[in-house]
């Protein structure tokens, strides 16, 4: 029975990806991915832009396609996505290929779990500083540039001081930095 159950996690982390069709996904989280993928912070997303992010995320999509369908979401005049064309498509298409609905079970640790498989590519339970710093160099963030500096992220949530973050650890940090303190 054991191996049937890690037979079905091996199999479902495989085919996990980070979806952004999770109902509890909330505008503060769709801000920071638009500000991610605004690279210049014009305040709008281009077809370019939106491209070089999906591929970075390694989801090569060709920009032929791409292009009538994000530009239906551009208002004229503009030269790309503001913020609410960028939270329409988001909803179309989560309805589109998604049907509006999510395949999990909607609950916050389930998507938190979502998020941790991203970071944890070898499927181990742990993120190292190694697939952390890999996360963030397909995201194109500065802060992937040295391991040095990696390491020192997962030491700031690493209560265990392993060197790696298990989920409890990863959840810990997700609710310090995603629940604002009164």
């Known amino acids: 029975m054991e191996i049937i159950s890690n037979e079905k996690k091996k199999l479902s ?16 989280r769709l801000h920071r ?7 210049n912070n014009d305040g709008f997303i281009t077809v ?18 791409l292009k009538p369908t994000i530009e239906s979401f551009i208002k004229p005049d503009e030269t790309g996505l503001r913020f ?4 329409a ?10 049907g509006g609905d999510c395949e999990c079970d909607g609950s916050p640790d389930s998507d938190l779990e979502e ?3 991203v970071f944890d590519e070898d499927g181990d339970g742990y993120i190292s500083p190694e697939e952390l710093q890999k996360v963030l160099k397909k995201l194109g963030l500065p802060e992937a540039g040295e391991i040095e ?15 790696r973050v298990d989920f409890f650890e990863f959840k810990n940090m997700m609710q310090t930095v995603l ?3 009164s």
């Not at 991915?33 to 690279?39: A, N, P, S």
């Not at 609410?84 to 939270?87: H, I, K, N, Q, Y």
């Open 115 to 117: 998020a941790f498989n």
């Open 179 to 181: 629940v604002p303190s």
């Open 149 to 163: 500096h990696v390491e020192k992220m997962i030491v700031s949530v690493d209560s265990n001081h392993d060197g």
């Open 89 to 98: 498509l988001h909803k179309t298409l989560d309805e589109s290929f998604f």
């Open 33 to 39: 991915i638009f500000d991610l993928f605004d690279k």
């Open 84 to 87: 609410d064309g960028f939270e």
């Open 48 to 65: 370019e832009e939106l491209s070089q992010a999906l591929s970075r995320l390694g989801l090569d999509a060709d920009i032929c396609e």
């Open 13 to 28: 982390r495989q085919s996990s990806s980070f979806r952004l069709r999770s109902p509890s996904l909330n505008t503060l």
